[in-house]
């Protein structure tokens, strides 16, 4: 049993790197919007996060097909208790094992434990009684963890959840349903042990619910994999922070991306937050730091002018119980100029951030291309990844694009598509494509 420290609330940051240069009848202005929390690392004594408890509910597969071969429900076994044993005393807990139903396998009645000496043995006693049988519908499982969540006064509310397989025993409508229902309730990882689960589900599950997505190919990876995750849930100090743009009349919101540590789309995720003002969700925080890709479309204006394109801010709940809060703030600026080298620099952060977006769309296109029989669209879009990855430095993508391609050329993006690609391979790269490197400033 690991005994973490009290995680304080963080204290937030905001920096803005931008070319606030725009030339005669110029509108769209980009920024790097860079989020730096501190503070809410491991600090003091024993106990719970200080804006309130942490609870957490994993979801295991326990479909039929997690015994074969059996090593996939061992590993599944030796993940869940490996997690238990992370948890800090006193966090609220759960663990749905999940078919084409969903089952509170412990507690059995329904609701969260405690993190104790006791509640960790009688968890792992239960694992033990875990058997594989039937189908898989995750949408009720995560129905389940959210109402587990949900019975109890907690600050932090995660989920963890672990599929072998694809989501065959409902419809997708109701996977979306559930995920729809979830979101702003909790957040979730989840991970798909071997190789025939479906990779777009998984992520598509952890981008809905602000968590992370990975493959563990190896079922004897997935205890270590889990501890990872727990260790990092339970440093978070503070849960339901959004990123809150406000722009004047005229300035509309073109979009707005997570870029690092991973590419994230939050546009369409935009609530509304008084007049010219919304909120986009970006989860729990410890102590770390994340980059946002934000552009504002202005209305255009004369040379020699200059404006307040929008103001960015974090909105952190009270731990009290008041209203939430905004703390920190950052300015984008937009500056009319004739002066074409002025307007022509590209921000260097603003460009690398590009690159990377770009990068991840190139390799999903190209693995789309390669499943559907395109030879040469799946090479051109697979060489040109690869000569975005080296140009960043994206050294960990470039590894993986190098299991799918012969790389002749990088710098050019030469490449020549592998005739035999093992499945494991080829799903790490679609899985992980979205992983970033931070720019060197």
Known sequence: MANFAKPSVPQFSVDVYQNEYLPDGGRDVDAIVTVTATGGG????????????????????????????????????AATAAAIDTLRDGTSFAVVAGNHTALP????????????????????????????????????WLRLAGALLD?????????????????????????????????????????????????KEVTGIAAALLGSADIVADPAGLAADFTAMMENVMGKGVADVALRLWTPVGAEVVFVKQVAPAVADLTGRRTDAGPRAGDYPTGSWGDESRDYHVRVRVPANAVGQEMLAARVSLVVPDPLGGDARPVSQGLVRAVWTHDVAMTTAINPQVAHYTGQAELADAIQQGLDARKSGDQDGATAKLGRAVQLAAASGNADTA????????????????????????????MTLETRSTKTVRVKR
């Open 42 to 77: 491991t600090s003091g004594a024993a106990g719970v996060p200080a804006g309130g408890p942490a609870g957490v509910v994993i979801m295991v597969d326990r479909s039929g097909s997690m015994d074969y071969p059996p090593a996939k429900m061992a590993g599944a076994r």
């Open 105 to 140: 396998l412990y507690p059995a009645h329904g609701r969260l434990a405690v993190a104790g000496a006791r509640t960790r043995a009688e968890a792992k006693e239960a694992l033990e009684r875990l058997t594989a049988d039937g189908g898989t519908a995750i949408g009720t």
């Open 151 to 199: 019975g109890e006064d907690l600050a932090i509310r995660h989920g963890v959840l672990l599929t072998d397989g694809r989501n065959e025993h409902e419809a997708p409508e109701a996977l979306r349903a559930a995920l729809d229902a979830c979101a702003g309730r909790f957040t979730c990882d989840a991970r798909g042990v071997g190789t025939d689960w479906e990779v």
């Open 399 to 426: 590894k993986l694009l190098s299991k799918v391609v012969d790389v002749v050329d990088a710098a050019a993006g030469t490449v020549r598509l592998k005739a035999k690609v093992a499945e494991a391979d080829e």
